[in-house]
C-alpha cells in the first residue's frame, strides 16, 4: 500500500507522543541530528529520517511501533548502519529506530554453548566475551569489529567462515522480535527446534521487513583446537579456480578459503605488506582448523593439491604470526582497493564455483567496455564474488555508469545460476536486480508473506522485494534473451 | 518416472477450483507423523530422479518423490553424505517428505538439521504457482528464505517439486567411544567433550550406557579415546537403530515422545523411559503419563514435545504454539494455501 505524507501538524504530534514514550534526548529531529543517520554503508544513497527513536527497553520499541501501526507511519529499524545495500536508509516520512542502545550480552552459558544478547551487541564482541570460555560466535563479516547482532540477523549476513560454519542463519537459537503491532513473540527455543514453521529462518535475512529483533540468542563454538594457512600463487586466475575444487573434491572443508585477483594482491601488499606474491595472476589463501592431528595431515594433502594443481608457488604459515600476516591482506583488501581511487563499489553476487572463468572473462570485458577497473576478492570456498569497480564520484556519471555495470555483473550471476547478493542483502541498492532474479510468481509470493506480518506495509518500505510495477519499468530497460520479463504487465 | 510437475499442477489447480483438501503423499515412510488428515491423494513419488548433482560444488538437486536411498547412495559413490543424517523409517522414504518434517539424525547437533543443508527449492503453492526459491550456490539472500520455510512445514504451505541440498564429504573414519555411566555424569561429559573440541560427531545415553561418535582421521580419533576413556568400538549399528527407531525402547504401544529442549535442561520428572540423543537437547520419552503433564513438564524447561508415535487417542501431536505466533502460522498458511487445501490440519487443526 502507499504510505501517505505526514502534513506538519502530524509530523509535530508525532514527535511530540514518541517524546510521551522516550526521554526528550533520545527523541532527534533537528536537522543536524538526524544527518548521521542519513545513510548506511552505502553512502551512495543518503535521505534524512523525519525523526530518529532511541529507544532502550523492549516496551519502549513495543510502544513506538504501536505508535507508528495507528498513525500509519514507516519504520526503519537500523543497528550500526555498515549495511552495504541501503537496507537502513531512512524514510523521509517515518521514523528511524536505532537499536543502537541495546547493548548488553544478557547472559552467556557456557555449557549449552549459547549467548543471549540484546540487538545492539557487535558481532565480534561476542566473541571477545566469551572468549574466557574457549568459545567463540562463527559468522563473521568483514565489518565484525562494528556491525551488530541485529543487523546481522536481518541480513542473515556471513563471512569468511561460512562454507564450514555457516551463515547467520545457521548460528542463531532463539529471536524475539516485536511486530509491527506491538506484540512481542518468541521465535525458535531453548532447544535445537521449535514446533510449527521456521520462522526463525524466515525472518533471518528478512532486512527489517517483516519485524523489529530486540533479542536473541545465539549459538557458539568451541574454539578449534589449532588453525593452520596455506597461502598460494597461480599464473592464471583459472588454475587458481580449479584448485579450488580439487581441495574440495579431495573432501576437505577448509574454516576459510579466499581469492584474490592481480589489482586486489596488488592494492592489499602495498597497504599492508602481507608479503603477498606481487608477479602473480591469482592467489588463494587457505585456512585448515580442527583437532591437531588431522590439520596436520590435511595441510599437508592440500599442499599437494594446490602444487599439482599449478601453483607456482606455495606457503604454508610457520606460525599463528604468519597466518594473521596472510590474513591481514586479505582483510584489509576493500580498504586497500579504496586506496586506488576516490570511490569503490562493492558488489556481492554468488555463483556456481565452476563458471567462475567464465563470469571473470566477461567481467574483464565489461571493465574494458565500462573504462572502470575492477578489483576481484572472493569468498571462493562458497562462490561468493566481490567484485569491487573502482569509480570517481565526482565525475559526473560515473556513479550511474558504475552502477549500471555492477548491475550487468549481478545479471551475469544470475545468468549462470547465481544469486545477485550472497550477504549483503538487496536492500534499496539491488531492487531492480531482484526483478531478474525472481519471476512475477515468485515476487507475489513475497508481497503475500510481507503482507502476513505488515498488512499496512510500514516495516522498511520500498526495500527488499520490488513492486511488479517497478518490474515492469525496469523490465522495459532490460530485455533478457530477447524475452521480455514480465510481459503480462501493462507498460508505464 | 521422471518430471509430473504438470500432473500435480493440474490437480492443485483443480482442487483451488473446488476448494477440495489435497493430502500430499510421498513414499509413505512418515505417515504417521503428525494429524490425520482427510483428502484426496496427491502423489508425488513419481516426481522423482535426480536433477543435478556436482561433488565439487558440493550441491545435489533432486525432485522430491526422489527415493532418500538413492540420493544417499548416489552421494556415498562420491564420497559425500548428507550432513543432517535423516531418518528413513522405510525403505520408500522420499526427499520431499524428508524436508517437510525437517527430521534429523544423530548427527543433527554437531552438523546441523535438514533445514540447514536447503540452499534452495521449487513449490507449488495453494494457488498451482510454480515458484522457485533459492538456488544451488551456499550462499543466497535475495528474497524471503522461503525454502527453508518449507522445512518442517509438513506440505501445509506448498507442495515441493525439487529441492536443492548442500553436501558434505564423508569423515575418513568413525568410531563410538562407549562408557558405562549415571545420566548426569553423560550429559556432563557430552558437554565437556564437545567444549574440549573433540571431533564428536554423535552422543547419545540409553540404558546406563553413554555413545559417543568421533568423525575424524584414524589419528584424531585414537587420541580423542585415549583422553575420554571406555572402549573404543566400529560398530555402526547403534546409530542406525537410533536412527531408524528400531531399539527395543521403540518396540513398544506406548506412546513415544520426541522431547526437544536445551541439552544441559534437568532431568525430567516425569514417569518412563527415556533416551536421550543429540547431546541431550532430544530426549526419547516412552510414557502412558497424561500429555499436559509432559506439556507442562517440557514447556516449564523452554522446549516442546511431540507426541511422536503411538498416538492411539489422536491427540494433537504437536506443541500448542503461543496466540501471537499461532496468529503468524494462520497469516502465512492463508499467504501460500488461501483456500487451504494443502495437507490442511496436518500440523494443526487450522494449519
Known amino acids: 500500500m502507499q504510505i501517505k505524507p505526514l502534513s506538519n501538524d502530524e509530523k509535530k504530534s508525532l514527535i511530540r507522543r514518541l517524546q510521551l514514550i522516550l526521554p526528550r534526548e533520545a527523541v532527534l529531529h533537528l536537522n543536524e541530528d538526524l544527518t548521521p543517520y542519513e545513510c548506511d554503508g552505502l553512502s551512495a544513497y543518503r535521505n534524512l529520517p523525519l525523526v530518529v527513536a532511541l529507544p532502550d527497553s523492549i516496551e519502549q520499541v513495543q510502544a513506538i511501533l504501536k505508535l507508528c501501526f495507528e498513525l500509519e507511519v514507516p519504520v526503519v529499524a537500523r543497528g550500526a548502519g555498515t549495511g552495504l545495500s541501503g537496507g537502513a536508509l531512512p524514510h523521509s ?31 565480534l564482541a561476542i566473541s571477545e566475551a566469551v572468549d574466557q570460555f574457549g568459545l567463540y560466535y562463527a559468522p563473521d563479516p568483514s565489518s565484525q569489529i562494528a556491525c551488530t547482532i541485529g543487523g546481522n540477523i536481518a541480513e542473515n549476513s556471513g563471512g569468511v567462515h561460512c562454507l564450514k560454519y555457516g551463515l547467520t542463519v545457521h548460528n542463531i537459537q532463539q529471536l524475539k522480535m516485536v511486530t509491527m503491532q506491538g506484540e512481542i513473540v518468541t521465535l525458535g527455543g531453548t532447544g535445537l527446534d521449535a514446533p510449527g514453521f521456521d520462522l526463525l529462518a524466515l525472518m533471518t535475512g528478512s532486512e527489517g521487513m517483516l519485524g523489529v529483533f530486540v533479542e536473541a540468542t545465539v549459538k557458539l563454538l568451541p574454539k578449534p583446537q589449532i588453525a593452520k594457512a596455506i597461502l598460494a600463487a597461480f599464473d592464471d586466475v583459472v588454475k587458481a579456480g580449479a584448485a579450488v575444487g580439487d581441495i574440495i573434491s579431495a573432501g576437505i572443508i577448509p574454516a576459510g578459503l579466499e581469492m584474490m585477483d592481480k589489482l586486489a594482491i596488488k592494492a592489499a601488499e602495498e597497504f599492508v605488506h602481507a608479503g603477498y606474491p606481487l608477479d602473480a595472476e591469482a592467489i588463494l589463501l587457505c585456512e585448515l582448523d580442527g583437532c591437531d592431528m588431522e590439520v596436520a595431515e590435511h595441510i599437508e594433502r592440500v599442499k599437494t593439491l594446490l602444487e599439482e594443481g599449478g601453483a607456482t608457488e606455495v606457503r604454508v604459515a610457520k606460525d599463528d604470526h604468519e597466518r594473521m600476516t596472510f590474513w591481514k591482506g586479505r582483510k584489509a583488501a576493500f580498504p586497500a582497493v579504496g586506496r586506488l581511487s576516490p570511490d569503490y563499489y562493492c558488489m556481492d553476487g554468488t555463483i556456481p564455483r565452476k563458471h567462475l572463468p567464465q563470469v571473470l572473462k566477461t567481467m574483464a570485458e565489461l571493465s574494458a567496455e565500462y573504462n572502470l577497473p575492477v578489483a576481484n576478492v572472493f569468498h571462493a570456498g562458497d562462490g561468493n564474488l566481490h567484485p569491487l569497480i573502482l569509480y570517481d564520484a565526482n565525475i559526473p556519471g560515473e556513479l550511474e555508469r558504475t552502477e549500471e555495470f555492477g548491475g550487468k555483473i549481478l545479471q551475469l550471476c544470475v545468468e549462470v545460476g547465481g544469486s545477485i547478493t550472497g550477504e549483503h542483502g538487496v536492500g534499496v541498492e539491488k531492487i531492480n536486480q531482484m526483478c531478474i532474479q525472481f519471476q512475477t510468481g515468485e515476487l507475489t509470493q513475497f508481497h503475500a508473506i510481507k503482507k502476513a506480518f505488515d498488512g499496512k506495509g510500514l516495516l522498511n518500505p520500498g526495500k527488499a522485494v520490488p513492486t511488479l510495477h517497478r518490474c515492469a519499468e525496469f523490465g522495459a530497460m532490460h530485455v533478457h534473451n530477447g524475452e521480455l520479463s514480465h510481459p503480462e504487465l501493462e507498460r508505464f | 518416472m521422471g518430471d509430473i510437475t504438470q500432473k500435480l499442477q493440474q490437480q492443485i489447480a483443480q482442487a483451488f477450483s473446488s476448494n477440495s483438501p489435497l493430502r500430499i503423499c510421498g513414499g509413505g515412510s512418515k505417515d504417521f507423523y503428525g494429524r490425520k488428515i482427510q483428502g484426496d491423494n496427491i502423489n508425488v513419488a513419481e516426481h522423482c530422479g535426480i536433477i543435478s548433482y556436482e561433488p565439487t560444488e558440493l550441491v545435489i538437486t533432486a525432485r522430491a518423490g526422489t527415493l532418500l536411498s538413492d540420493i544417499e547412495n548416489s552421494l556415498s559413490e562420491k564420497g559425500q553424505m548428507l550432513g543432517f543424517e535423516p531418518p528413513h523409517f522405510s525403505d520408500t522414504a522420499t526427499l520431499g517428505g524428508t524436508i517437510a518434517c525437517n527430521l534429523s539424525g544423530p548427527r543433527r547437533p554437531y552438523r546441523g538439521a535438514a533445514r540447514d543443508y536447503v540452499l534452495g527449492s521449487t513449490i507449488l503453492n495453494g494457488k498451482a504457482e510454480k515458484l522457485h526459491f533459492g538456488g544451488e550456490v551456499m550462499k543466497n539472500v535475495a528474497g524471503y528464505d522461503v525454502s527453508r520455510l518449507m522445512c518442517g512445514s509438513l506440505g ?21 567411544v562407549i562408557l558405562e555411566c549415571d545420566v548426569q555424569t553423560a550429559i556432563d561429559k557430552m558437554h565437556q567433550w564437545v ?27 585414537k587420541l580423542a579415546h585415549q583422553y575420554m576413556g571406555g572402549e573404543l568400538i566400529n560398530d555402526t ?29 534437568a532431568p525430567l520428572n516425569l514417569q518412563g523411559e527415556i533416551i ?16 499436559d503433564k509432559i506439556r507442562h513438564a517440557v514447556e516449564a524447561l523452554g522446549g516442546h514435545a511431540t507426541l511422536f508415535r503411538n ?3 489422536q491427540l494433537d501431536p504437536f506443541h500448542e504454539l503461543s496466540p501471537g505466533i499461532h496468529a503468524m502460522h494462520r497469516q502465512l498458511k492463508l499467504a501460500f494455501d488461501p483456500a487451504n487445501i494443502l495437507n490442511p490440519g496436518r500440523m494443526y487443526a487450522d494449519i
Open chain 1, 93 to 123: 516520512d517515518g521514523v528511524l529506530l536505532s537499536l543502537a542502545k541495546f547493548k548488553d550480552i544478557l547472559n552467556i552459558d557456557p555449557v549449552q554453548r549459547t549467548a543471549v544478547v540484546q540487538p545492539g551487541v557487535r558481532n
Open chain 2, 156 to 176: 501445509t504451505i506448498g507442495l515441493l517439486l525439487d529441492v536443492s541440498l548442500k553436501v558434505i564429504p564423508k569423515p575418513e573414519a568413525e568410531s563410538t
Open chain 2, 195 to 221: 567444549q574440549q573440541s573433540l571431533p564428536i560427531s554423535a552422543c547419545s545415553y540409553a540404558n546406563g550406557t553413554l555413545y559417543a561418535r568421533l568423525a575424524s582421521n584414524e589419528a584424531s580419533i
Open chain 2, 237 to 265: 549399528k547403534y546409530w542406525q537403530q537410533l536412527k531408524e527407531q528400531q531399539l527395543d525402547f521403540f518396540h513398544t504401544e506406548m506412546p513415544i515422545w520426541r522431547l526437544s529442549l536445551a541439552s544441559n535442561a
Open chain 2, 276 to 291: 536421550y540423543d543429540w547431546g541431550g537437547a532430544l530426549r526419547w520419552l516412552r510414557s502412558d503419563e497424561s500429555a
Open chain 2, 311 to 313: 498416538n492411539v487417542n
